[in-house]
């Protein structure tokens, strides 16, 4: 039910200048002997058309509320868009007989995937048109694609609503048809040695976990051959680089095992490689009768281990590549004459090449102080070239073949950036802000040249720091028009994330959670205090765990910033850690703590956004969701905003915006997304009075 909205017909338009107020139902529930009441629980009722009826109001009055930004939101798009090369052409990949690749036409939301024999000049033969298969739907999504060695066999996954509920399709690429070989939720799949072997994980309906592995033999029934019984894990497939082995992955917050099955032999048993062993993570790839494992045992950012396969004990072990504190291993790629290294230092990536004939190692070296370079596929073993994509904040996503016998790179494709783009005229820097207990945290900053260290300019500040995953300086189209404003753009790579390694995240997640959000206020009066921007020029973004950031830092310093954006925000911890029978939480008790346990309920309690919200001043919010989030239910960023809006005491404006059609990556397609992007970046901008005409 809903306040203050159901107005006569003719007063509509005035409804819907007025918030939405929901209406307020306790519900209560004890936990560790104190009882918990909840005003907005009843919003969870996804089936309730109360709770569409108020998810749509919410959405009438954001409309309502930004019609003077609508302009200035189709600007942005048209800027956007101008620069992107809308028919383009990635850079064909060589697996076997044929070159892979996908390419986008203008106007099409989606890409085609395609192939071609032998040569590019070889007739093009289109695997998949995700136009056409996304036709009739709001929302299209394909996850994996694996195809057969022998090339005729395309197997793939699609999602339709955003839940990211994947259904199992298996392609004849030789008639064009579907085989009518089906599965539903299946989260990975790799094919077999013998061309007609599939074998694929599923994730468990209730709590999205996934558990169960199978082998699908064409035209039978699958065959399950393994569920995961302990809610800490999950399950996943891939193979080794060479094909010889399929390996079914498990792994919780903290330990992972690795099960082998000879590619070559599919009726044959998944074996463990090593027991799982609390605390010990690793994996493996595969050459020449030896296993490579990536092991965290006695090496904190983990070591490099060779082992015999025919007699993989511990005892056996062989050091190949040693540990470095100062330098995570992130993964190793094993080829026929080459090893290389993924690492991250000082919040960087890098690379290491290993001569197996030469016996010795030499690095990738890259020219910018700020950058992000990633593996690209390399999907041969035999390749003795190297392919990586290298870009920063100021160059664009550029595609290197990397020669591992000559140490020379050869560029093969730089993403164009249409309209007249130079580089010189952005300055890319790394910034490091010693936080409150001494720790030093980097930035990576990005603007225009020219910017006035005076405090006058504004400033978005991104941060996420959870789950071990770092962020990385990438290029972005739709962030020049930011820069083109004046605007700088810093990414804080606070702890919980893996930028400095291992301890970087374990100091950022449990009981040492408060360390990411210390560090975000840190980082932002670090800013403040040498005149990069002021407190209300200072816009903070985050999504998911980062809207969970951003969610946290507001309550504890709502004075520190002008206006905030909480994206698909997990804002609403206790109730959802609380809860066993929603997805994904059990596994992550791992992460955030166990709200069973007294000690670990009480401090996760005193810093859950949802939970901590008070009767005072906020900054301006927009918060942005998905009716269909399977990561982070929709209701955790309306139950946020209803209490919010009945909570505090400004007239800042307070919006949530939920795309009834997606799920935790908003819209799917690419155009989609941009006006997405275009309507937060037009909203942002307008908290600090920057409008279309200030470039």
């Given at each position: 039910?809903?306040?203050?909205?159901?107005?006569?017909?003719?007063?509509k338009?005035?409804?819907q200048?007025?918030?939405?107020?929901?209406?307020?139902?306790?519900?209560?529930?004890v936990?560790?002997?104190?009882t918990v009441v909840?005003?907005y629980y009843?919003?969870r009722e996804?089936?309730n058309?109360?709770?569409i009826r108020?998810?749509?109001?919410?959405?009438a009055?954001?409309?309502a509320?930004?019609?003077?930004?609508?302009?200035?939101a189709?600007t942005?798009?048209?800027?956007?868009?101008?620069?992107?090369k809308?028919?383009?052409l990635?850079v064909p990949?060589?697996?076997g007989?044929?070159?892979?690749?996908?390419?986008?036409?203008?106007?099409?939301?989606y890409?085609?995937?395609?192939?071609?024999?032998?040569?590019?000049?070889?007739?093009?033969?289109?695997?998949?048109?995700?136009?056409?298969?996304?036709?009739?739907?709001?929302?299209?999504?394909?996850?994996?694609?694996?195809i057969?060695?022998?090339?005729?066999?395309l197997?793939?996954?699609?999602?339709t609503?955003?839940?990211?509920?994947?259904?199992?399709?298996?392609?004849?690429?030789?008639t064009g048809k579907?085989?009518?070989?089906?599965?539903?939720r299946?989260?990975?799949?790799?094919?077999?040695?013998?061309?007609?072997?599939?074998f694929?994980t599923?994730?468990?309906?209730?709590?999205?976990?996934?558990?169960?592995?199978w082998r699908?033999t064409?035209?039978?029934?699958?065959t399950?051959?393994?569920?995961?019984s302990?809610?800490?894990?999950?399950i996943?497939?891939?193979?080794?680089?060479?094909r010889t082995y399929v390996?079914?992955?498990?792994?919780?917050?903290?330990?992972?095992?690795?099960?082998?099955?000879?590619?070559?032999?599919?009726?044959?048993?998944f074996?463990?490689?090593?027991?799982?062993?609390?605390?010990?993570k690793?994996d493996?790839?595969?050459?020449?009768g030896?296993?490579?494992?990536?092991?965290n045992?006695?090496?904190?950012?983990f070591?490099?281990?060779?082992?015999?396969?025919?007699a993989?004990?511990?005892?056996?072990?062989s050091?190949?590549?040693?540990?470095?504190?100062a330098?995570l291993?992130?993964?190793?790629?094993?080829?026929q004459?080459y090893?290389?290294l993924?690492?991250?230092?000082?919040?960087?990536n890098?690379f290491?090449?290993?001569?197996?004939?030469?016996?010795?190692?030499?690095?990738?070296?890259?020219?910018?102080a700020v950058?992000?370079?990633?593996?690209?596929?390399?999907?041969?073993?035999?390749?003795?070239?190297?392919?990586?994509?290298?870009?920063s904040?100021?160059t664009?996503s550029?595609?290197?073949d990397y020669?591992m016998r000559?140490?020379?790179?050869?560029?093969?494709k730089q993403?164009?950036v249409?309209?007249?783009?130079?580089?010189?005229?952005?300055?890319?820097?790394?910034?490091?802000?010693?936080?409150r207990d001494g720790?030093?945290?980097?930035?990576?900053?990005?603007y225009?040249?020219g910017?006035?260290?005076?405090?006058?300019?504004?400033l978005?500040?991104?941060?996420?720091?959870?789950?071990?995953?770092?962020?990385?300086?990438h290029?972005?189209?739709?962030r020049?028009?930011?820069?083109?404003r004046?605007c700088?753009?810093?990414?804080?790579h606070?702890?919980g994330?893996d930028?400095?390694?291992?301890?970087?995240?374990?100091?950022?997640?449990l009981?040492?959670?408060?360390?990411?959000?210390n560090?975000?206020i840190?980082?932002?009066?670090?800013?403040?205090a040498?005149?990069?921007?002021s407190a209300?020029?200072?816009?903070?973004?985050?999504?998911?765990?980062?809207?969970l950031?951003?969610?946290?830092?507001?309550?504890?310093r709502p004075?520190?910033?002008?206006?905030a954006?909480?994206e698909v925000p997990?804002v609403?911890?206790?109730?959802?850690?609380w809860?066993?029978?929603?997805?994904?939480?059990?596994?992550e008790?791992l992460?955030?703590?166990?709200?069973?346990d007294?000690?670990?309920?009480?401090?996760?309690?005193s810093?859950s956004?949802?939970?901590?919200?008070?009767r005072?001043?906020y900054?301006?919010?927009?918060?942005t969701?998905g009716?269909n989030d399977?990561?982070?239910?929709y209701?955790e960023?309306?139950?946020?905003?209803?209490?919010?809006r009945?909570?505090?005491?400004?007239?800042n404006?307070?919006?949530?915006k939920?795309?009834?059609g997606?799920?935790h990556g908003?819209?799917s397609g690419?155009?989609?997304q941009?006006?997405?992007i275009?309507?937060?970046y037009?909203?942002l901008?307008?908290?600090?009075?920057?409008?279309?005409?200030?470039r």
């Amino acid at each position: 039910m809903l306040n203050d909205i159901s107005l006569p017909a003719a007063n509509k338009n005035a409804a819907q200048t007025i918030p939405p107020l929901a209406d307020q139902q306790p519900h209560r529930d004890v936990r560790h002997d104190e009882t918990v009441v909840d005003q907005y629980y009843w919003l969870r009722e996804k089936k309730n058309p109360e709770v569409i009826r108020y998810l749509k109001a919410e959405n009438a009055y954001t409309k309502a509320m930004t019609k003077p930004i609508k302009l200035f939101a189709k600007t942005l798009y048209n800027e956007i868009l101008a620069r992107i090369k809308q028919t383009d052409l990635s850079v064909p990949t060589r697996d076997g007989a044929y070159f892979y690749y996908e390419r986008t036409v203008e106007g099409d939301q989606y890409p085609i995937y395609a192939r071609k024999k032998h040569n590019l000049e070889a007739p093009e033969e289109v695997l998949l048109n995700l136009n056409e298969l996304a036709k009739g739907h709001k929302y299209f999504e394909i996850c994996d694609s694996v195809i057969t060695d022998d090339d005729y066999l395309l197997a793939y996954t699609t999602d339709t609503t955003g839940y990211r509920q994947y259904t199992l399709h298996i392609k004849d690429l030789r008639t064009g048809k579907l085989t009518g070989d089906t599965s539903q939720r299946v989260t990975s799949a790799v094919w077999a040695a013998d061309n007609k072997t599939l074998f694929f994980t599923t994730e468990d309906e209730a709590t999205k976990r996934s558990d169960s592995l199978w082998r699908l033999t064409l035209g039978s029934q699958p065959t399950q051959l393994y569920v995961e019984s302990d809610e800490l894990y999950s399950i996943s497939l891939s193979d080794t680089k060479d094909r010889t082995y399929v390996i079914l992955d498990i792994r919780s917050t903290d330990t992972w095992e690795s099960r082998l099955l000879r590619a070559d032999d599919p009726e044959g048993e998944f074996r463990v490689l090593h027991t799982r062993q609390k605390g010990h993570k690793y994996d493996v790839e595969h050459r020449d009768g030896l296993f490579y494992l990536r092991t965290n045992l006695d090496a904190k950012n983990f070591r490099i281990v060779t082992v015999p396969a025919n007699a993989p004990t511990r005892e056996n072990w062989s050091e190949f590549a040693a540990h470095q504190p100062a330098a995570l291993i992130d993964a190793i790629e094993v080829f026929q004459d080459y090893a290389v290294l993924h690492e991250r230092s000082e919040a960087l990536n890098r690379f290491r090449i290993y001569s197996f004939t030469q016996k010795e190692w030499h690095a990738i070296d890259f020219p910018e102080a700020v950058y992000l370079a990633a593996g690209e596929g390399t999907p041969e073993f035999t390749s003795t070239q190297f392919r990586l994509c290298y870009e920063s904040m100021v160059t664009p996503s550029t595609i290197y073949d990397y020669d591992m016998r000559t140490r020379e790179r050869t560029q093969l494709k730089q993403d164009e950036v249409l309209g007249g783009y130079d580089p010189l005229q952005y300055r890319t820097e790394r910034l490091w802000v010693t936080a409150r207990d001494g720790i030093r945290v980097p930035l990576s900053v990005v603007y225009k040249q020219g910017i006035q260290l005076n405090g006058s300019a504004p400033l978005f500040l991104y941060g996420y720091g959870a789950y071990g995953l770092g962020e990385d300086a990438h290029f972005s189209y739709s962030r020049l028009s930011l820069l083109d404003r004046g605007c700088v753009y810093v990414v804080a790579h606070i702890r919980g994330g893996d930028e400095l390694g291992e301890a970087w995240h374990d100091d950022g997640m449990l009981m040492r959670k408060k360390n990411t959000f210390n560090d975000f206020i840190d980082s932002a009066e670090y800013l403040i205090a040498n005149g990069w921007t002021s407190a209300d020029r200072l816009i903070i973004t985050g999504g998911s765990a980062g809207g969970l950031l951003v969610g946290a830092v507001v309550n504890m310093r709502p004075d520190l910033f002008r206006a905030a954006h909480l994206e698909v925000p997990f804002v609403d911890i206790m109730n959802t850690m609380w809860d066993e029978s929603l997805p994904l939480t059990v596994g992550e008790y791992l992460e955030w703590g166990d709200p069973r346990d007294k000690t670990a309920y009480e401090y996760m309690k005193s810093y859950s956004p949802y939970d901590n919200v008070e009767r005072k001043a906020y900054p301006a919010i927009l918060v942005t969701t998905g009716l269909n989030d399977s990561q982070v239910m929709y209701w955790e960023a309306a139950k946020y905003v209803a209490k919010l809006r009945h909570m505090k005491t400004d007239t800042n404006p307070l919006l949530l915006k939920i795309n009834m059609g997606a799920g935790h990556g908003g819209a799917s397609g690419r155009y989609d997304q941009l006006d997405e992007i275009a309507f937060e970046y037009a909203w942002l901008l307008n908290q600090v009075e920057v409008s279309a005409a200030e470039r």
